[in-house]
């Protein structure tokens, strides 16, 4: 919180600063009022790995609205943020894909733009998914698991934290040791286990960084040998359906990770939902008014 009302003083700042030596810039203004948003942001939408559902999503988003002219480009979560910084600390426009919870939404001001057709759907939920068997493999685990359920905030308590500079053990660690009440619900009458070895895998975004630590240390509690394993989204699916891996905490849906779910539909457990009122979809910084809409990337 401290940090967004930090970055709101500085944007006001600012824009007052420039405001107050603006007298010769009025062409230059003029001449970028002129200017289209596709040309403003070189019909550029900056991406994230290609194998994630959001950048499948988002090139469905493409084709729907149309949007033949524009480019994603796709690196990694890391370098999305560092240009969505990049741009923000100077005020330029940028267009980026996003989901919440995130980080991004608490440091910096943004917006999701309408979808109005609905291609990255609605609000959705992250699901916990465990291979076939894990329920009669280790009982003591998957009753943890399948009762573990938190919220966007708990987890940007997380995430912002690592952000910061703060190690995701660390960090996760500090949100246990406040939530204690949260742990003694997932863990109520468990018996600790002596060892038993569970691996969890995700892929590393920053929101699935913060789940899959914090969970490693409540089933580390707990007596559990924990691997954490951090692969692509194909393999992070086709490791769960093969029995590779034991439990992913990071299945977005109904939308994000539909292609992987109907891909192995019935070779893995779905234990329910772990977090409510998520979403994606494409995602600019507020001081860019006049873009409100994925629609508006037409013009
Ligand atoms: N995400 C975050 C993932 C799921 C979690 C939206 C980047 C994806 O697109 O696959």
Redesign the pocket.
Known sequence: MFKKLTGIGTAALLTLGLAACSGDSTNANAEKEEESIGESVDYTITG?DPG???MQATERVLAEYELSDWELTSANGAAMTAALKRAYDKEEPIIVTG?NPHWKFITFDLKFLDDPELVYGDVEQIHTYARLGLKEDLPEAYTILERFQWTPEDMGEIMIEIEDGIAPEDASRNWIDKNDDKIAEWTEGVESVDGDEITLVYSP?D??IASHNMMKLVLEDMGHKVTLSSVE?GPLFSSLASGGADVSL?A?LPY??KDYVEKYEGKFDDLGANMEGVR?GLVVPTYMEDVNSIEDLKN
Request: hydrophobic fraction near 35%; proline fraction near 7%.
């Open positions: 994230i994630s559902g959001h989901w975004w929101s699935e989204p990071a977005w994000t990770h994606q």
